[in-house]
Nanobody, 127 residues
């Protein structure tokens, strides 16, 4: 079992920045590929970013590429999402997720690939 706790959300003006954190406890964090998803009101949850357990492979949704950066610190059992140049359309509840992986390059971009989820953290971007 892996427990995930999301934090770092808040209210920010358009053009601003936030850094989300996801702290993991339980089994060996470094064996898990991690991802961030988001869900805006009235919309389906969507993929934002993913990172392999080694940190060497990263994937991003087209809507955030160049603005968001996913990273991880395996020594701290934490994955981060640095969000810059935020837009009102980035407003959503953000969730981190984890899936066990034996491949150091594996990343997962679909919800069904993940086994564990955080509780979510609200990000609101005002115009």
């Amino acid at each position: 079992q892996v427990q995930l706790v999301d934090s770092g959300g808040g209210l920010v003006q358009a053009g601003g920045s936030l850094r989300l954190s996801c702290a993991a406890s339980g089994r060996t964090f470094s064996s898990y590929a991690m991802g961030w998803f988001r869900q805006a009101p009235g919309k389906e949850r969507e993929f934002v970013a993913a990172i392999s357990w080694s940190g060497g492979t990263r994937n991003y949704a087209g809507s955030v590429k160049g603005r968001f950066t996913i990273s991880r610190d395996n020594a701290k059992n934490t994955v981060y999402l640095q969000m810059n140049s935020l837009k009102p359309e980035d407003t959503a509840v953000y969730y981190c997720a984890a899936v066990y992986s034996v491949s150091y390059t594996y990343t997962a971009i679909y919800e069904h690939e993940y086994n564990y989820w955080g509780q979510g953290t609200q990000v609101t971007v005002s115009s």
